[in-house]
């Protein structure tokens, strides 16, 4: 009888034990899918396309080498990188009918504004220089809208990550959003030489004397989501991008401050680099969803090989480019500036969330 009690002591304590173990491993793997679901990709992705972690690598390299590096980088940022950034939104426009839904003709109307503007600006002023400073303007309310863009999609991962509703809007996040944006637009309008000592000196200390207060913007914020993550003991991987964000602005911010023209080019080049290849990472998280691999159209297509289609875009769309610019850069720079201008306007059409009809 005893034998039998123990027999039966023995198999309890195993059915308790392998529970636990079964817990702890349901509870382990729990774990481990909520950090992934933080990610856009994974840890190693987001941190070199999204976060891109190595610009300080790139900096380096160009404020170290001499001009034929620098040269060579800059070639392959503009014709391989900046120029396929901006012209793969025209491809998402084209072929995802799910984008444009409901308002084909508001993206038709953008195209003819923007293509028959620039035509017009051309033939009346045959100059670019007008075109230029719309672009920079444009460009830089794109920077800050992207760079801001991207970083709500994480904190809305987290919220889906940590199995919570994701909370409404509030004023907290509005005032966040507003100065998150307004820092990066006052660096990009720093490193354009406002406030530099080029003319009269009215106003020059005064910006200067500005630059200390700014630059605690991006601590101050980053100290605000530390906290939020401390309090709800939830890990962010937003945060190592804020942090990259952050910390090339403040670089750029010192730079201007101290009027380092080199300085400034080299870190404005990372800049662009660091902007198109999140823009890119961004859109092939987008791109590769199940969703949109089990679909039977063109961005289906897209989808199942992703990867060997964006490589043949870039390449494609990148000799291209130095070919019409080798022979026709004038043709080339026009063109630029329309898909530039277009990139500008869908960007912030086919990445708003959109209404659900009532």
Known sequence: MSSVVETSNADTHSTVDSSVTTAAELSGKRDAEQRRGHFLIGPKFDSLFVANIYWPLLFAVCWFSGDDVRTGVLFWQVYFITAPHRWITL???????????????????????????????????????????????????????????????YQRKSSVAKSTAAAPYSWIDTAEKAIFRAFLLYVIARVAGTGWHIGPEDWTWQ?????????????????????????????????????????????????????????????????????????????TWASTSE??????????????????????????????NYMIASGYQHLWIMLNLMVAFLHYAYDGMIWKARRASA
């Open 91 to 153: 491809i998402l426009v084209s072929t995802d009918r799910n984008r444009t839904r409901g308002r084909g003709l508001a993206f038709v109307g953008i195209a003819v504004a923007i293509v028959g503007g620039v035509c017009l600006l051309q033939l009346s002023t045959a100059s670019l220089l007008c075109l230029g400073a719309i672009d920079y303007v444009w460009n830089a309310w794109h920077f800050a809208a992207q760079h801001h863009g991207i970083y709500r999609i």
């Open 207 to 283: 910006l200067k004397s500005l630059d200390v207060f700014v630059a605690a913007i991006p601590v101050l914020l980053l100290a605000v989501q530390a906290i939020r993550c401390r309090r709800l003991n939830l890990f962010r991987p937003g945060q190592v991008y804020y942090f990259s964000v952050m910390a090339l602005f403040l670089a750029m911010l010192w730079a201007a401050h101290a009027e380092q023209r080199h300085m400034v080019l080299q870190l404005a080049l990372a800049s662009a680099v660091f902007h198109s290849v999140e823009y890119m990472a961004v859109v």
């Open 291 to 320: 969703a949109q691999k089990a679909r039977r159209d063109l961005v289906g297509t897209m989808a199942r090989t992703w990867v060997l289609f964006l490589a043949f875009f870039v390449l494609f769309l990148g000799f291209t």
